[in-house]
């Protein structure tokens, strides 16, 4: 997967969290019309970005823009449930970053980093307005499961959980 000379990958920091809740804050913007609310307390784990996905034995990575370095272009981060599972979280793309396949790349990143685990399977959950994640997730063959949960937070959110099987690829 080929990311555009403009921005560069590298692991996410804690001085990335207002960053982080930028990002996210805009991507919930575009689905308001549909009940999602962002509210940050809802989001706390952003607050100390790169610690606590380590204190979850995970990590997160992100993307800038060259251009303007301080404003994230998109983020993803994963966390082990088990020695042979991993759960993608947090895959975000910045609305203005999107079309150059930042989100593609932030998930076969992980995807990579995986089966460099020697996982044997990636999962994640997504709310079931998402639909571009949606789309995104299938394409790289990832299943949706048949089952979703409910979430109780401020955007009453419902989530379809999705499953890739690793130790085929």
């Not at 555009?4 to 960053?19: H, N, V």
């Not at 509210?39 to 800038?64: C, M, Q, R, Y």
């Not at 993608?88 to 992980?110: E, H, I, M, T």
Request: with cysteine; glycine share 4%.
């Amino acid at each position: 997967m080929y990311l555009p000379e403009e921005f560069q990958l590298r692991p996410a920091r804690d001085t990335d969290s207002k960053a982080a809740m930028e990002l996210i804050k805009q991507s919930y913007h575009e689905y308001t019309d549909q009940g999602v609310i962002f509210d940050e307390e809802e989001h706390a784990d952003l607050n100390a970005l790169a610690s606590n996905f380590a204190l979850n034995k995970g990590e997160a990575f992100v993307i800038t823009d060259n251009n303007t370095p301080n404003k994230l272009a998109g983020i993803c981060g994963f966390t082990p449930l088990s020695p042979e599972i991993i759960e993608l979280k947090k895959l975000y793309v910045n609305p203005d970053s999107r079309g150059y396949g930042l989100g593609q790349y932030l998930v076969c990143y992980a995807i990579d980093l995986a089966k460099n685990l020697e996982a044997r399977e990636l999962v994640l959950w997504t709310d079931i307005r998402f639909t571009k994640a949606h789309s995104l997730y299938e394409k790289l063959g990832f299943t949706k499961a048949p089952t979703t949960r409910k979430l109780v937070d401020k955007s009453r959110s419902e989530e379809f959980a999705y499953r890739l099987a690793l130790q085929s690829q």
